[in-house]
């Protein structure tokens, strides 16, 4: 095979396992701008039993993530892609049909059992070489993001078309779609299958990144817990308004983030970035309850989105540099494990938060939780991140 046919199936597939990824996420972003909001007019809604309902759904993911990718290994990628799907919209059909929050909380649950991340992102690593893989991760990760900002783009005006139920039946046709996806995938080789299953493996710098995904995921899923609510309630915002907010400053993240990661990936300066990455993150959370004019609302909403894109990015990227290729499925498990794990928390926290001291009082704990972590992570991340990245 000439290199040149291997760089053009090595990017079909990443553009079909992108979509895969894109498609599913999607049916998990485009609930959470609006969910609280809608939610309110549900049988047996409390604020808590609602943020259960949106933190759920990554309980169930961190639970199966490592039987999920154990048997990839044993069945192969492409049947468990299929399984997780189909379970996946199974949740969305059970969640649509829900008509009260209980049910709506097991329609959820059900939907996280579709854990298909790390299979996804190991199969990415399969079929591709590695001097390959950063490009491959990168289209995958710009799917995602890009799935992320269609989300914000679209969330408010399908909810208000749709409704949450309709909401729902789309997140089902997305598993729909993304089935047929990968029945498009051929079986191809396994181009860089790790092998060795013994020895030594620094497992630290993969624990630490584990608590940054779950802390940089904790606090999205609370962000969108507590901030529609006080969109209605403190700035008289109508659900059918919050595009107003969401639309530009995620479009000018994007514009911000994306040369930034460029000039950041160059340098190898993750290291350096992501303790000053969850600052911002700290400042803009901790600053948007005391926010009183949209202009400044807006400044605070661009950089939380635009420290959470770098994250989400930058952490994957220095995460596969760091612990080269042995135990690539256990790292990428550990790591999706507290990912997932941190949506829940977040949900779950958010919820009670919101219930018990109100929207301010959620946003500013989160703040100011972010801000000691970054400042740990300015002296953990020369300890465990600068040997390795000179190897």
């Known amino acids: 095979?000439?290199?040149?046919?291997?760089?053009?199936?090595?990017?079909?597939?990443?553009?079909?396992?992108?979509?895969?990824?894109?498609?599913?996420?999607?049916?998990?972003?485009?609930?959470?701008?609006?969910?609280?909001?809608?939610?309110?007019?549900?049988?047996?809604?409390?604020?808590?039993?609602?943020?259960?309902?949106?933190?759920?759904?990554?309980?169930?993911?961190?639970?199966?993530?490592?039987?999920?990718?154990?048997?990839?290994?044993?069945?192969?990628?492409?049947?468990?892609?299929?399984?997780?799907?189909?379970?996946?919209a199974l949740g969305g059909i059970i969640a649509a049909l829900a008509e009260s929050i209980p049910a709506l909380i097991v329609g959820r649950a059900l939907q996280g059992c579709g854990a298909i991340a790390g299979v996804a992102?190991?199969?990415?690593?399969?079929?591709?070489?590695?001097?390959?893989?950063?490009?491959?991760?990168?289209?995958?990760?710009?799917?995602?993001?890009s799935a992320f900002l269609l989300s914000m783009l679209l969330s408010v005006p399908l909810a208000t078309l749709l409704g949450l139920k309709g909401l729902f039946w789309l997140t089902a046709v997305f598993a729909l779609v993304g089935m047929a996806l990968v029945m498009t995938v051929p079986r191809a080789p396994q181009l860089a299958v790790d092998t060795e299953s013994h020895g030594e493996i620094d497992m630290r710098p993969v624990w630490l990144l584990g608590l940054c995904v779950f802390l940089l995921h904790a606090v999205m899923t609370l962000l969108f817990v507590t901030f529609p609510p006080m969109l209605v309630n403190k700035f008289a915002l109508d659900l059918p308004a919050h595009w107003k907010i969401y639309v530009p400053t995620m479009l000018l993240s994007v514009i911000i983030v994306f040369p930034a990661l460029r000039?950041?990936?160059?340098?190898?300066?993750?290291?350096?970035?992501?303790?000053?990455?969850?600052?911002?993150?700290?400042?803009?959370?901790?600053?948007?309850?005391?926010?009183?004019?949209?202009?400044?609302?807006?400044?605070?909403?661009?950089v939380y989105f635009t420290s959470?894109?770098?994250?989400?990015?930058?952490?994957?990227?220095?995460?596969?540099?760091?612990?080269?290729?042995?135990?690539?499925?256990?790292?990428?498990?550990?790591?999706?494990?507290?990912?997932?794990?941190?949506?829940?928390?977040?949900?779950?926290?958010?919820?009670?938060?919101?219930?018990?001291?109100?929207?301010?009082?959620?946003l500013l704990t989160a703040g100011v939780i972010c801000l000691a972590w970054g400042l740990v992570m300015n002296v953990l991340s020369r300890r465990f991140f600068l040997t390795r990245e000179a190897d």
């Open 263 to 302: 000039k950041i990936g160059a340098s190898f300066a993750e290291r350096q970035v992501l303790p000053w990455a969850f600052v911002a993150l700290a400042l803009s959370l901790g600053l948007i309850p005391f926010g009183v004019h949209w202009v400044v609302l807006g400044a605070l909403i661009t």
């Open 1 to 88: 095979m000439t290199v040149a046919s291997q760089k053009a199936r090595e990017l079909k597939f990443a553009l079909t396992l992108s979509g895969v990824i894109a498609l599913r996420m999607m049916g998990l972003f485009l609930i959470l701008p609006v969910f609280m909001v809608l939610a309110v007019d549900i049988p047996g809604y409390t604020p808590w039993s609602a943020g259960l309902a949106v933190g759920i759904y990554g309980l169930t993911q961190a639970i199966l993530q490592q039987p999920f990718g154990w048997l990839s290994d044993r069945w192969g990628r492409k049947p468990v892609l299929l399984l997780g799907l189909g379970l996946f």
């Open 121 to 145: 992102m190991a199969l990415a690593a399969d079929v591709t070489r590695p001097e390959r893989r950063a490009v491959i991760m990168a289209i995958i990760g710009i799917g995602i993001g």
């Open 308 to 362: 959470f894109n770098l994250l989400e990015s930058a952490m994957p990227a220095l995460l596969s540099r760091i612990t080269g290729s042995r135990g690539r499925g256990r790292k990428m498990g550990i790591y999706s494990t507290f990912q997932f794990l941190g949506a829940f928390f977040g949900g779950v926290a958010g919820g009670w938060l919101l219930g018990r001291f109100g929207s301010e009082a959620a």
